[in-house]
């Protein structure tokens, strides 16, 4: 089993681009409280608070070691997907071991 990792409540914007990936400037770093990652339904709704003005795409939260937090798709000011697993490693992302389980 996969040790839970440690919650961070700062995290990096990295915004995805067609050829590279790079901090978002206007705004490098989210708060997210803990209770915020409770489900997945709960997440988006917290992230669409913060998220009104930014551009369409697909960012990364990541944490201060580096690590990916999680991956997800905004359109309209809204995030629309949330990806489960890396494409590029094949792993699942750490926030999903926050989800509860019901």
Known sequence: MVQRPKFEDQLSVIRVRKNYAAPYLKQKYVYIDKKDVKTERIFKQAMNDRIRNWPDGI??????SGKVFTRFNVRDGKVIQIFKISPATGMKYPMHEFFTKR
């Open 59 to 64: 960012y990364f939260l990541k944490l201060s």
